[in-house]
Antibody, heavy 123, light 109 residues
């Protein structure tokens, strides 16, 4: 079955940019009807969707983060990536990658999820 | 943007009991676009229910979802030890206004 695995630095300095990659295995990232995205969870808190990308490069971003977010996709490596600029302590969180079903011209539920990677913003 | 409010914040029950978790939306949820996730400590969320009623692959039939409009429920008919976790509801279908509830912690009494 499809599995996702996040990779990237665990520590980012304030004001710098975060770059994470998610590698998809057990299936093609070019599969139709699925978007690939990122969800984060600050320690002890709830879930926040960051954005999602289709294999065509079409993207959707959370309006509250849109000015700082960019996502890209590399079909040859079956990977997609997140770049989040101007990091602050409020961005400290576990970052998950996840697949979203495309339904009724919109993003649907997330399944499956990667195991998550903790990113700490600190000097 | 639809705001999801889950209740109770914490639910303390014993194995074998019935659990009922609530998710209330600030506006009507259209087209049954509501899901539930289970998250255990140190793990990623796991899809349990989507489209209000539909169990995800591999989810035991003791889990069931119901509701419409603004009020939704996740019921676990007979709690097993592995069911104790945090549960989140999720409204989708209005990209980019994806929202999650704040979670209900289901703990062993």
């Amino acid at each position: 079955q499809v599995q996702l695995q996040e990779s990237g630095p665990g520590l980012v300095k304030p004001s710098e940019a975060l770059a994470l990659t998610c590698t998809v295995s057990g299936g093609s990232i070019s599969t139709s009807s699925y978007y690939w995205g990122w969800v984060r969870q600050p320690p002890g808190k709830g879930l926040e969707w960051i954005g999602s990308i289709y294999h065509s490069g079409s993207t959707y971003y959370n309006p509250s983060l849109k000015s700082r977010v960019a996502m890209s996709i590399d079909k040859s490596k079956n990977q997609f990536s997140l770049r989040l600029t101007s990091m602050t302590g409020a961005d400290t969180a576990v970052y998950y990658c996840a697949r979203a079903k495309w339904i009724s011209f919109s993003l649907g539920w997330f399944d499956p999820w990667g195991q998550g990677t903790l990113v700490t913003v600190s000097s | 943007e639809i705001v999801l409010t889950q209740s109770p914040g914490t639910l303390s029950l014993s194995p074998g009991e019935r659990a009922t978790l609530f998710c209330r939306a600030s506006q009507t949820v259209s087209s049954a676009h509501l899901a539930w996730y289970q998250q255990k400590p140190g793990q990623a969320p796991r899809l349990v229910i989507y489209d209000v009623f539909t169990r995800a692959t591999g989810v035991p039939d003791r889990f069931s979802g119901s509701g419409s409009g603004t009020d939704f429920t996740l019921t676990i008919s007979r709690l097993e030890p592995e069911d104790f976790a945090v549960y989140y509801c999720h409204h989708y279908g209005t990209t980019p206004r994806y929202t999650f509830g704040q979670g209900t912690k289901l703990e062993i009494k």
